[in-house]
Each structure stands twice: as structure tokens, then as C-alpha cells.
């Protein structure tokens, strides 16, 4: 086992942000404009900054102005061997053998900034956002408890990854805090609607990839391509109240009670850094159609955690999950959002759907983990929940290990505020 390189910027233990990952982000540092960012342990790097300094001037970039943009979708788009090959030389700039930064203060003191010092943004302008539902486990749940338990999946779900176009305009970044939503809702036992907050306001667990190519309209991105597309992930926290949701989805699907707030991780993990994790995916059966056929390691094992912090009192751990689970994979669903002639844009965002895993500590959502409220959910501090009360902090986390090699996301943290 070859020993890892380090950096000359401390890591802490169990970081999720080692020299080997290198993600990108948007940070705001005081008195000064949004810039691209990467994250070393808990120091985070200025990238406009080294632009200034000509720490970019040996790469082949004809515009260094996108180091100086709100948002990465400029920088994505100059496409995966020139975005590697910057985060390749960020990791040569701060590997402890290379000290021409290190030995630059001024640089350095303008560059370089404690986490706790930083705002981090959303990362992207986000033009359009799929939320797919390519869970096995998840979707088996559901259907046992809204359906006949013998019929849980519908006809098309090992046909097909489902999926439907969601609301960009309410992704936000982790910090994030959500007023619970109102609409209407349907009462057991009532013969009509009332209107007010939603009683069953719960999260879901999923990741969620950007795409960092264009295609024109019309045409399609084959499976065995669809990598090349794909620059990164986050962790995807997708709100939804259970209740608007029941009496709404029927017959076009999720609405109201999904377009209210989705909160992502911040930092964007690119694919080369994810490579070493990858591992196959479950058996589909029956066999898929010739399009879907991906060939080769498509998932990524990513340890899923998510925790309830209820208002003045310690965080209780209540799921705990693997991305490895995703019947359906990336390439899969990108394959098929383009195989109708649907065009991709730089900085389109896609949604795995809730990932839950066969054990139900493992269920990526209240609605299973309560059951569907039947069942109560034990938090540390003695109190329970069946769905998310007002004051609740949920944080997910996710990271990838594999001997001494760990890649981490951070966090995804949205507090939940009472109904304005």
C-alpha cells in the first residue's frame, strides 16, 4: 500500500478533505465579491487569490477571469481534463514537498482562510434539476405502505430510472434555514381539503450529481459516455411534506411538496477523486434495455449518515446509508434523461432519490424510518419524532473510505422554522 502524500496546510484526523480530494465551492470572505474555493482539512483556499499571484499561469487557460466568477458553472465548463488537471496542480501546490507557496506569506496570508471565517455559497447557477427515484429499498417501502405490500413496485420501476423535472430555484446551500410549507392537505377521513402547515414535513436522504457538458437538443448521451458529462456530487437533502404530497401527486406527481427547499452540501467532489470508490452496483433483473446497459464499476460505496438535532439540545444519529445501494446508477439515469433528445447544460443538477439500504437503520427517510408515523423514532436526549418538528437541525454527512484514503463531502445542514 503506497503511503499518501500530504499537505503542507494541517488536516485533521478523519477529515473529509485530505490533499487527494480537492473540491471546489464558492466561498465570500469579508470585503470582497464571491470566488472559487477549494478546501484543505479546515483551511479554505482563495483560488482568485493564486489567480492574482500567477499560480495558474503553466495551465492552458485562455480565460484566468473565471477564478474571479460567483459561481463554478464557467469553470466546469472547460471541460474534465483541464478541471483535473487544475486540481491536480492545487494538490502539487500544497503537497508538503513543494514549498514555493508555502514560502510565499503574502500569498499565503491573502489566500488562505479558517472555515469558521468564510461564508460558503451555493456553488452553482443551477438551470435545471431532475430528482430520480432509483432506490430499490426506498421504493419497495413506499409501495408496501401506500399499496398492496405484494405489488410494492409499479410495472416500470426495473425498466426504467423514474424521475421528474424539480424546482432549481429552491436548491440552497447547507446553513440554510427552511420555513415549513404550507398547502393543502386531506384529513383521514374527510370528505375535503383544508389548508395550513404541513404535519409531516420530512427529509430524504440522497446525493446528487452536475453535469459539466452541453449537448444540443435532440441528441442523446450514450451510458457508456455518460461519465464524461458528470464533473461531481453533493449531498442532496430533499425536504418533502408528506401530506401535501399524498393528496397532490395524483395523477402528475410531486409539487408543493417538494419544490419548498432542497439544501446540498456545498463542496463539489469531483469524479476523480470519488475514482477509488468505486464498487458494482445491486444485480438488475429483469435485464435492462439495450441503452441502460452500463458496463463495469458505475456505483460509488459513500458512507450516508443523517442526524436530528433538535433546538437547545445534542445531535442523535437516526439513518445511516450507502450511495453503493442505488439500483439504478449515474450513467443510467443520465443515459436515459437524454435518450428522448432532452439537452444537458453546464451546472444542471440531478438527484439520485432517497437512498435507503435493506436494515432499517439504513432507511433514507422519516416516512420509513417512522413508518409512515406508526412507529417512533428514538432521539438521545430521551425525546422522539415520527416526522421533523420546528427547531430541528438535519445534518447529513457522507465520506468515502478505503484503507488510509478517506474523501469526504462535508455536511448539508438545514434548521427548520415555523410556517410564516
Same mark, same amino acid.
Given at each position: 500500500?503506497?503511503?499518501?502524500?500530504?499537505?503542507?496546510?494541517?488536516?485533521?484526523?478523519?477529515?473529509?478533505?485530505?490533499?487527494?480530494?480537492?473540491?471546489?465551492?464558492?466561498?465570500?470572505?469579508?470585503?470582497?465579491?464571491?470566488?472559487?474555493?477549494?478546501?484543505?482539512?479546515?483551511?479554505?483556499?482563495?483560488?482568485?487569490?493564486?489567480?492574482?499571484?500567477?499560480?495558474?499561469?503553466?495551465?492552458?487557460?485562455?480565460?484566468?477571469?473565471?477564478?474571479?466568477?460567483?459561481?463554478?458553472?464557467?469553470?466546469?465548463? &472547460?471541460?474534465?481534463?483541464?478541471?483535473?488537471?487544475?486540481?491536480?496542480?492545487?494538490?502539487?501546490?500544497?503537497?508538503?514537498?513543494?514549498?514555493?507557496?508555502?514560502?510565499? &506569506?503574502?500569498?499565503?496570508?491573502?489566500? &488562505?482562510?479558517?472555515?469558521?471565517?468564510?461564508?460558503? &455559497?451555493?456553488?452553482?447557477?443551477?438551470?435545471?434539476?431532475?430528482?430520480?427515484?432509483?432506490?430499490?429499498? $426506498?421504493?419497495?417501502?413506499?409501495?408496501?405502505?401506500?399499496?398492496?405490500?405484494?405489488?410494492?413496485?409499479?410495472?416500470?420501476?426495473?425498466?426504467?430510472?423514474?424521475?421528474? $423535472?424539480?424546482?432549481?430555484?429552491?436548491?440552497?446551500?447547507?446553513?440554510?434555514?427552511? $420555513?415549513?410549507?404550507?398547502?393543502?392537505? =386531506?384529513?383521514?377521513?374527510?370528505?375535503?381539503?383544508?389548508?395550513?402547515?404541513?404535519?409531516?414535513?420530512?427529509?430524504?436522504?440522497? =446525493?446528487?450529481?452536475?453535469?459539466?457538458?452541453?449537448?444540443?437538443?435532440?441528441?442523446?448521451?450514450?451510458?457508456?459516455?455518460?461519465?464524461?458529462?458528470?464533473?461531481?456530487?453533493?449531498?442532496?437533502?430533499?425536504?418533502?411534506?408528506?401530506?401535501?404530497?399524498?393528496?397532490?401527486?395524483?395523477?402528475?406527481?410531486?409539487?408543493?411538496?417538494?419544490?419548498?427547499?432542497?439544501?446540498?452540501?456545498?463542496?463539489?467532489?469531483?469524479?476523480?477523486?470519488?475514482?477509488?470508490?468505486?464498487?458494482?452496483?445491486?444485480?438488475?433483473?429483469?435485464?435492462?434495455?439495450?441503452?441502460?446497459?452500463?458496463?463495469?464499476?458505475?456505483?460509488?460505496?459513500?458512507?450516508?449518515?443523517?442526524?436530528?438535532?433538535?433546538?437547545?439540545?445534542?445531535?442523535?444519529?437516526?439513518?445511516?446509508?450507502?450511495?453503493?445501494?442505488?439500483?439504478?446508477?449515474?450513467?443510467?439515469?443520465?443515459? $436515459?434523461?437524454?435518450?428522448?433528445?432532452?439537452?444537458?447544460?453546464?451546472?444542471?443538477?440531478?438527484?439520485?432519490?432517497?437512498?435507503?439500504?435493506?436494515?432499517?437503520?439504513?432507511?433514507?427517510?422519516?416516512?420509513?424510518?417512522?413508518?409512515?408515523?406508526?412507529?417512533?423514532?428514538?432521539?438521545?436526549?430521551?425525546?422522539?419524532?415520527?416526522?421533523?418538528?420546528?427547531?430541528?437541525?438535519?445534518? =447529513?454527512?457522507?465520506?468515502?473510505?478505503?484503507?488510509?484514503?478517506?474523501?469526504?463531502?462535508?455536511?448539508?445542514?438545514?434548521?427548520?422554522?415555523?410556517?410564516?
Amino acid at each position: 500500500m503506497s503511503v499518501l502524500k500530504k499537505s503542507w496546510i494541517a488536516v485533521p484526523e478523519n477529515s473529509d478533505f485530505p490533499l487527494q480530494n480537492i473540491p471546489f465551492g464558492i466561498i465570500k470572505v469579508p470585503d470582497s465579491d464571491p470566488h472559487p474555493a477549494t478546501r484543505i482539512g479546515d483551511t479554505v483556499i482563495d483560488l482568485s487569490v493564486l489567480a492574482d499571484f500567477g499560480y495558474f499561469d503553466s495551465l492552458d487557460i485562455d480565460n484566468l477571469s473565471l477564478f474571479y466568477t460567483p459561481v463554478l458553472n464557467d469553470f466546469i465548463a &472547460l471541460g474534465k481534463q483541464t478541471t483535473n488537471a487544475v486540481r491536480l496542480h492545487l494538490m502539487k501546490l500544497f503537497s508538503e514537498e513543494n514549498q514555493d507557496l508555502e514560502n510565499n &506569506l503574502e500569498a499565503r496570508s491573502l489566500a &488562505l482562510y479558517p472555515i469558521d471565517k468564510v461564508e460558503v &455559497l451555493l456553488p452553482l447557477n443551477i438551470g435545471d434539476y431532475t430528482d430520480f427515484y432509483s432506490s430499490r429499498e $426506498h421504493a419497495t417501502n413506499v409501495g408496501k405502505m401506500f399499496r398492496d405490500p405484494e405489488s410494492a413496485l409499479l410495472p416500470n420501476w426495473k425498466y426504467l430510472p423514474v424521475g421528474y $423535472h424539480g424546482r432549481s430555484s429552491s436548491i440552497v446551500a447547507s446553513g440554510a434555514e427552511i $420555513h415549513r410549507p404550507k398547502g393543502q392537505l =386531506m384529513p383521514n377521513g374527510a370528505d375535503q381539503p383544508i389548508f395550513g402547515p404541513s404535519r409531516l414535513l420530512d427529509f430524504e436522504l440522497e =446525493m446528487a450529481f452536475v453535469t459539466g457538458k452541453e449537448t444540443k437538443l435532440g441528441t442523446s448521451v450514450p451510458v457508456e459516455q455518460a461519465e464524461d458529462y458528470i464533473f461531481g456530487m453533493v449531498i442532496f437533502n430533499d425536504l418533502s411534506a408528506r401530506d401535501i404530497q399524498k393528496w397532490e401527486y395524483v395523477p402528475l406527481g410531486p409539487f408543493l411538496a417538494k419544490n419548498f427547499g432542497s439544501v446540498i452540501s456545498p463542496w463539489i467532489v469531483t469524479m476523480e477523486a470519488l475514482e477509488p470508490f468505486r464498487t458494482q452496483g445491486p444485480i438488475q433483473e429483469p435485464d435492462v434495455l439495450p441503452y441502460l446497459i452500463a458496463s463495469g464499476k458505475r456505483n460509488f460505496d459513500v458512507h450516508l449518515e443523517v442526524s436530528i438535532q433538535p433546538e437547545n439540545s445534542s445531535e442523535s444519529v437516526i439513518c445511516r446509508s450507502n450511495f453503493k445501494y442505488m439500483y439504478w446508477n449515474m450513467s443510467q439515469q443520465l443515459a $436515459h434523461q437524454t435518450v428522448n433528445g432532452c439537452n444537458i447544460r453546464v451546472g444542471d443538477m440531478y438527484a439520485s432519490g432517497t437512498i435507503s439500504g435493506p436494515e432499517p437503520n439504513s432507511f433514507g427517510s422519516m416516512l420509513e424510518l417512522s413508518w409512515g408515523g406508526k412507529n417512533l423514532i428514538q432521539l438521545s436526549d430521551g425525546d422522539t419524532r415520527t416526522f421533523l418538528k420546528d427547531g430541528d437541525t438535519v445534518i =447529513m454527512r457522507g465520506y468515502c473510505q478505503k484503507d488510509d484514503l478517506r474523501i469526504g463531502f462535508g455536511e448539508s445542514v438545514t434548521k427548520i422554522l415555523p410556517a410564516l
